[in-house]
């Protein structure tokens, strides 16, 4: 290679990585643009220029919206259906998934195709039997109610029987010549060796939950029920059009997720990339 | 034991899936409203579909927005990923991050934002038409713009999904590939279409096709963007679904629409699995 073939190929990396950059700064910009938004007094926000930075900052949204809106209930709702969806799901395929991995019964492949081809089925498909089923229960407008129909997510089972899998067989043969019970074994060993796929699995799955949108919102009809997701697309006259308050309420229920991601970040790509089936 | 331990998890798939499941199939060969029962009609919920306009609607808008997503979206995010796979060390993970962080947003998020980015009056989005000398779109109003304007937060919304998994397909590939082929004095355009593009045809057809599947079960976006609008106009078969069932009362023939997704995204899963199946075997 001659020098000026090594210089050239030093600038075009340089612009790459250079436009690589601006696209990323622009590609986040609608972000900060709403966060900016939310911080400015509503005539500020609708003067016909752009401004980068409030001239008055001003935290009056957010006050309004804890204050004077039902967010704060919304808040729980959210939290309460989220965790109860990730506690239930990862509890539930955490069990299932050792079974299957670990454990002799009867129907043990049928089960597994069964999960593997639930797989494909789109859930939104069944909203009309799902709305049937929790309505026949009384359950409309209740925190069982939006979390029922949410259990289904087979990554976390398939995920799991994976890690199980992979588990050093020594270990279980040592553990059962000690004469340890199967509940010994799972709780003692599987569980505790795998402590990283749980937490992302949780993770993951509590985003997923806290981000669901169809189904909390067919399956609550009163404003103090709705999860935050629901409440702040369907309760406009809470916020009129006054577009900084409407983004402060979006700021608000974005916050959790985006908080959990930028602590959690190696976590939540981890489990993202095992969720479409790429060993992490 | 295994009983106890799988006991939970079948409890729960036998109630809220396979239960349902089976219900919808019923339910479509009934004249029943959302809740309650109704008639056996046979077929006739399925040989109204080919004349009912809506259903046209919602069939034709759902593959236009596939079309709108799915290709345009996967190439997006091949090119970011090799983008983003050049850069090193903190700033990697700073381009990641902003990239990713659209993703892990709710939808109700995802649309208050750009609804404020693209509103008509005050849209920070709005001066770019101005400086361009262009006239003032109101995109979600608009039926030739609502789908196009739908498919484009999409695809910011979704990338850094496809990005990560990008990325992890990228990183899969030793460097002493690359080594050899710069000991050839292959070109960058030459390393790209003979290393780097057959290497990663795996994960642009694994991100391709979730994004298909994803894509084909639209309604979130489309709804949120639909109020005060035209919805009629940019029907998507699950909003379809969600029309008939909620808002008309009518839980069969509904339940026929949704059927018809059951079965186009199954078969697409289907053709898919064994698509790759096929195509791994050669590689072997």
């Given at each position: 290679m001659n020098p000026t073939r090594i210089h050239r190929i030093n600038m075009a990396g340089l612009a790459i990585t250079l436009i690589t950059v601006i696209a990323a700064v622009l590609w986040a910009f609608p972000l900060y643009w709403g966060v900016v938004s939310s911080l400015k007094p509503e005539d500020e926000v609708v003067r016909p220029y752009v401004e980068l930075w409030p001239q008055t900052l001003t935290f009056s949204h957010y006050v309004h919206a804890l204050t004077q809106t039902q967010i704060g209930i919304w808040y729980l709702n959210s939290v309460a259906t989220a965790v109860g969806v990730t506690f239930v799901t990862v509890a539930s395929s955490l069990f299932c998934g050792y079974a299957i991995s670990q454990l002799e019964f009867p129907f043990r492949r049928a089960l597994w195709w069964l999960i593997l081809a639930s797989f494909?089925?789109?859930?939104?498909?069944?909203i009309i039997n799902h709305f049937e089923l929790i309505a026949g229960m009384g359950l409309l407008n209740s925190w069982t109610g939006i979390i029922l129909p949410q259990l289904i997510h087979p990554v976390v089972i398939i995920v799991y029987k994976q890690f199980f899998d992979n588990v050093p067989k020594d270990f279980r043969e040592a553990a059962v010549m000690d004469n340890a019970s199967e509940w010994r074994i799972l709780t003692r060993i599987y569980i505790p060796m795998n402590w990283g796929v749980t937490t992302a699995l949780s993770i993951v799955t509590f985003i997923w939950a806290w981000n669901s949108f169809l189904w909390p919102f067919l399956a609550v009809t009163k404003t103090e029920m709705m999860t935050i997701t629901v409440g702040i697309t369907q309760v406009s006259d809470a916020f009129g059009v006054y577009y900084a308050r409407e983004l402060s309420a979006a700021v608000l229920a974005g916050l959790p997720v985006a908080l959990a991601y930028l602590v959690f970040q190696r976590k939540v790509t981890q489990a993202i990339t095992l969720s479409a089936g790429i060993k992490g | 034991m295994a009983v106890l331990l799988i006991l939970p998890f079948v409890a729960i798939y036998g109630l809220v899936f396979i239960y349902p499941t089976i219900k919808m199939f019923i339910l479509s060969f009934t004249d029943a409203p959302l809740i309650g029962a109704g008639d056996w009609v046979g077929l006739e919920n399925y040989e109204r579909l080919p004349r009912d306009r809506r259903f046209h609607t919602a069939l034709w808008n759902t593959f236009y927005f596939v079309a709108l997503t799915v290709i345009p979206g996967t190439l997006v995010a091949l090119v970011i990923s090799l983008g983003i796979n050049r850069l090193k060390g903190r700033l990697q993970s700073l381009v990641l991050a902003l990239f990713f962080?659209?993703?892990?947003?709710p939808v109700s998020v995802v649309y208050l934002i750009w609804d404020w980015t693209l509103n008509?009056?005050?849209?920070?989005?709005m001066h770019l038409f101005d400086w361009a000398g262009a006239d003032r779109i109101p995109v979600f109003k608009s039926t030739a713009w609502f789908m196009p304007a739908v498919g484009f937060v999409t695809i910011w919304w979704t990338a850094g999904f496809s990005i990560l998994l990008f990325l992890a397909g990228r990183r899969a590939i030793p460097e002493e590939i690359y080594e050899a082929a710069s000991l050839d004095n292959s070109g960058s355009w030459s390393t790209f279409s003979r290393v780097t593009w057959p290497l990663m045809w795996p994960v642009t057809a694994l991100v391709s096709t979730i994004q298909l599947i994803l894509q084909l079960k639209i309604f979130d976006q489309v709804y949120l963007f639909s109020q005060g609008g035209r919805p009629n106009d940019n029907l998507v078969l699950v909003y379809y679904v969600f029309q008939r069932a909620f808002?008309?009362?009518?839980g069969g023939r509904a339940a026929a629409v949704a059927v018809v997704l059951f079965v186009i995204v199954i078969v697409v899963s289907v053709l898919n699995f064994q698509l790759t199946r096929l195509s791994g075997g050669r590689r072997k």
């Open positions: 494909m089925v789109p859930i939104q498909t069944l | 962080l659209p993703y892990i947003l008509f009056q005050f849209g920070i989005a808002q008309s009362n009518q």
